[in-house]
């Protein structure tokens, strides 16, 4: 109900906005800041909507929503509300994949792809969210077919997108470029790290948990056949 409520509103503000939308398209970031810096509240519901569309089709570049949030809101709050809306996106999207049109885009995708999705599970996600070779609506797609669990998409859009979109928002900041001061760079260096490390420990944790789960099955079958 809620998500039906929600598409409903969000095609009432795209067909409202159409010129708006236009821009986007087109990449014209000028224009649309001069038409968004007049509502700062309307502009947050419109990027909002801008980076659900994102997430479901991809065909408005990441690059121009979160340069577009810089200019908008600085670079933090830009960031940051970029970042929060993409994990909002995803989960979505995900949810709206499993539940409502799951048997309608099962046929569409190779079974192989969905197969490598709930191998790899929590690990596909993370890589498929700080690599831009996948994109972002396809990576949702996929694990919305899938039967990987929701913390594992959860925890892998969150980690993943907040380190890749740190570094995009670098660019439109001016930072990501060879006359950045060495703070900078040291601070990109220790982010990467840091993320990094957290994804090691994450992911090692969830193959663990998956072998001591399948070793307690194993066990409750053996015990089951003997008695």
């Known amino acids: 109900m809620l998500i039906s409520i929600f598409l409903f509103g969000a095609m009432v503000l795209w067909n409202s906005n159409q010129n708006l939308f236009d821009l986007m398209v087109h990449g014209d970031i000028e224009q649309l800041l001069v038409l968004l810096e007049e509502n700062l509240a309307y502009a947050y519901l419109v990027m909002f909507i801008v980076m659900v569309v994102q997430n479901s089709f991809t065909i408005i570049p990441l690059l121009l929503v979160i340069?577009?949030?810089i200019g908008l809101f600085g670079f933090w709050n830009g960031f940051l509300w970029s970042w929060m809306t993409s994990v909002v996106a995803a989960v979505f999207i995900f949810i709206s994949v499993?539940?409502?049109?799951?048997?309608?885009?099962?046929q569409r995708f190779h079974?192989?792809?969905?197969?490598?999705?709930?191998?790899e599970g929590f690990a596909y996600v993370f890589r498929g969210r700080i690599f831009p070779f996948i994109p972002t609506s396809l990576v949702n797609i996929l694990a919305g077919l899938s039967t990987i669990t929701?913390?594992?998409?959860?925890?892998?859009?969150?980690?993943g997108n907040f380190l890749y979109f740190f570094v995009l928002s670098?660019?439109?900041?001016?930072?990501?470029?060879?006359?950045?001061?060495q703070f900078v760079i040291g601070a990109i260096f220790v982010v990467l790290f840091t993320f990094f490390y957290v994804f090691k420990k994450v992911y090692n944790k969830i193959r663990n948990d998956k072998k001591l789960t399948r070793t307690r099955e194993e066990e409750e079958k053996c015990s089951k056949t003997l008695t």
Do not use: C, M, W
């Open 150 to 159: 929701f913390r594992h998409f959860l925890l892998g859009t969150i980690y």
């Open 98 to 106: 499993k539940y409502l049109f799951q048997s309608k885009l099962t």
């Open 170 to 181: 670098l660019i439109p900041a001016g930072l990501l470029s060879l006359e950045g001061d």
């Open 111 to 119: 079974p192989e792809l969905v197969e490598r999705v709930e191998r």
């Open 67 to 69: 340069s577009l949030n």
